[in-house]
């Protein structure tokens, strides 16, 4: 038995690399995207929130396009990823389907995790899905990623979505069950780590000799996926895909590698905020919002009497209590002149307020820190 209990996470990230879900004929393994439909099935009615984050789109388009990968040049990658996308979401999308879950398409580039602005709006898309209990069927944005600008592999790719959405488990399917101190394959002395606590530069060592996937993430990719899931507070589990059911075998026990998370997303992404030294402005709040945040509620606009400063959607801004404590800080959702045009609204008069329709919260509570409470 595995010490990984996946019923214990509640919102879990999923990646399948390409060699799982694509033969060699270039079509996607029905049977088993079945089964593993049947399997998120089973976790979505017991409550968890699932992301799938799967590769496959080259592959599938270099069939569809008739390219030899080994030739191509990246427009004709890119645009096998356009024609490959469009069946891999597809396959997804009549899977699940016959599970009664609807799927959702999200491709995003670097930019939509590593820059706050985006990252909001990437974020709130996501959870907007999690709460219509729709499973979004993310992958890079390959038909626009160029070389400098990628992530690269879906693993480092996973490891975000993680991080953006507070995930508390990511489990990456591959073609083995796990690390093992050497190379299964080669080495009969080779051992397989059940867990490991923190990735040191003996566990990078190790990765690096490890065969895995041969889609573009090696173990040495899931290592680095995972050190930055875990210092996100996510939990990240390494384990066979190669098999029918992948995650009901894991859910029983199966073999896998655990990198245990440090702490929880919840206060990885306090500490996150509260690292930040930048700070753009600063909104004054009345009585009501300041309870409202302390009750642990994001801060809406018709809690806000005041807008100081110069900022823009995705800043740091400081919340400041009605006799001038600093209470914490947030990401803003609104740029300076349009918090102040929505000082005091209430929900409903936004888009009266502002001419279009916009969101309906100030800071929210997932991108605050409260001084007192939280640090
Ligand atoms: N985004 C690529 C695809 O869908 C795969 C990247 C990877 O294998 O990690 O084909």
Same mark, same amino acid.
């Given at each position: 038995?595995?010490?990984?209990?996946?019923?214990?996470?509640?919102?879990?990230?999923?990646?399948?690399?390409?060699?799982?879900?694509?033969?060699?004929?270039?079509?996607?393994?029905?049977?088993?995207?079945?089964?593993?439909?049947?399997?998120?099935?089973?976790?979505?009615?017991?409550?968890?929130?699932?992301?799938?984050?799967?590769?496959?789109?080259?592959?599938?388009?270099?069939?569809?396009?008739?390219?030899?990968?080994?030739?191509?040049?990246?427009?004709?990658?890119?645009?096998?990823?356009?024609?490959?996308?469009?069946?891999?979401?597809?396959?997804?999308?009549?899977?699940?389907?016959?599970?009664?879950?609807?799927?959702?398409?999200?491709?995003?580039?670097?930019?939509?995790?590593?820059?706050?602005?985006?990252?909001?709006?990437?974020?709130?898309?996501?959870?907007?899905?999690?709460?219509?209990?729709?499973?979004?069927?993310?992958?890079?944005?390959?038909?626009?990623?160029?070389?400098?600008?990628?992530?690269?592999?879906?693993?480092?790719?996973?490891?975000?979505?993680?991080?953006?959405?507070?995930?508390?488990?990511?489990?990456?399917?591959?073609?083995?069950?796990?690390?093992?101190?050497?190379?299964?394959?080669?080495?009969?002395?080779?051992?397989?780590?059940?867990?490991?606590?923190?990735?040191?530069?003996?566990?990078?060592?190790?990765?690096?000799?490890?065969?895995?996937?041969?889609?573009?993430?090696?173990?040495?990719?899931?290592?680095? /996926? *995972? #050190?930055?899931?875990?210092? !996100? =507070?996510?939990?990240? %589990?390494?384990?066979?895909?190669?098999? $029918?059911?992948?995650?009901?075998?894991?859910?029983?026990?199966?073999?896998?590698?655990?990198?245990?998370?440090?702490?929880?997303?919840? /206060? *990885? #992404?306090?500490?996150?905020? !509260? =690292?930040?030294?930048? %700070?753009?402005?600063?909104?004054?709040? $009345?009585?009501?919002?300041?309870?409202?945040?302390?009750?642990?509620?994001?801060?809406?606009?018709?809690?806000?009497?005041?807008?100081?400063?110069?900022?823009?959607?995705?800043?740091?801004?400081?919340?400041?209590?009605?006799?001038?404590?600093?209470?914490?800080?947030?990401?803003?959702?609104?740029?300076?002149?349009?918090?102040?045009?929505?000082?005091?609204?209430?929900?409903?008069?936004?888009?009266?307020?502002?001419?279009?329709?916009?969101?309906?919260?100030?800071?929210?509570?997932?991108?605050?820190?409260?001084?007192?409470?939280?640090?």
């Amino acid at each position: 038995m595995s010490g990984f209990v996946l019923s214990n996470y509640r919102r879990l990230v999923i990646k399948v690399g390409s060699s799982l879900l694509i033969g060699d004929d270039g079509h996607v393994h029905r049977g088993w995207l079945e089964g593993l439909a049947e399997d998120i099935a089973i976790l979505h009615g017991g409550g968890h929130d699932v992301l799938i984050v799967s590769s496959g789109a080259i592959a599938i388009g270099s069939t569809v396009l008739q390219i030899n990968k080994s030739r191509a040049r990246l427009e004709d990658l890119q645009a096998a990823a356009a024609a490959g996308q469009v069946q891999l979401v597809h396959a997804y999308q009549e899977a699940l389907g016959v599970n009664g879950i609807a799927a959702a398409q999200v491709l995003l580039t670097p930019e939509d995790t590593e820059n706050r602005r985006r990252f909001l709006n990437a974020r709130g898309t996501l959870l907007k899905l999690l709460e219509h209990s729709v499973v979004p069927i993310i992958n890079e944005n390959d038909t626009v990623a160029t070389e400098e600008i990628r992530y690269g592999d879906n693993d480092r790719l996973a490891a975000r979505v993680a991080q953006l959405v507070m995930a508390d488990a990511l489990v990456l399917l591959s073609d083995v069950a796990g690390m093992y101190t050497a190379d299964p394959g080669s080495d009969a002395t080779a051992e397989h780590i059940p867990e490991v606590r923190k990735i040191s530069e003996a566990i990078l060592g190790m990765a690096g000799e490890t065969r895995s996937d041969i889609g573009s993430g090696g173990m040495a990719t899931k290592v680095q /996926a *995972a #050190r930055i899931a875990t210092h !996100a =507070g996510c939990s990240t %589990v390494v384990t066979s895909g190669a098999i $029918d059911r992948p995650l009901q075998t894991l859910a029983a026990g199966g073999r896998c590698t655990v990198f245990r998370a440090e702490g929880t997303p919840a /206060a *990885a #992404r306090k500490q996150w905020l !509260a =690292g930040f030294l930048e %700070v753009r402005g600063e909104l004054r709040l $009345d009585d009501g919002a300041v309870s409202a945040l302390n009750d642990g509620k994001s801060l809406l606009p018709v809690g806000v009497v005041e807008v100081v400063g110069n900022f823009r959607r995705g800043d740091v801004v400081t919340l400041v209590g009605s006799s001038g404590n600093e209470l914490g800080r947030g990401l803003a959702e609104y740029s300076d002149d349009e918090a102040v045009r929505l000082i005091g609204c209430r929900s409903e008069q936004i888009e009266e307020r502002l001419g279009y329709r916009g969101r309906s919260v100030m800071v929210h509570r997932d991108e605050l820190v409260l001084f007192d409470n939280d640090c």
